[in-house]
């Protein structure tokens, strides 16, 4: 079950990350999802 979430939320997060990136801007340093820290 763990496991499939932390997929899950991983997958979801790099989605959103492209989708940053793919808009000049959006993406600082300041925000950066916090679980892209570990």
Same mark, same amino acid.
């Given at each position: 079950?763990? !496991?499939?979430? !932390?997929? *899950?939320? %991983? %997958? *979801? +997060?790099?989605?959103? #990350? #492209?989708?940053?990136? +793919?808009?000049?801007?959006?993406?600082?340093?300041? !925000?950066?999802? !916090? @679980?892209?820290? @570990?």
């Amino acid at each position: 079950y763990l !496991e499939e979430r !932390e997929e *899950a939320l %991983k %997958k *979801a +997060s790099e989605e959103k #990350r #492209r989708v940053q990136e +793919s808009v000049p801007g959006i993406l600082n340093p300041h !925000e950066l999802p !916090e @679980d892209m820290q @570990d």
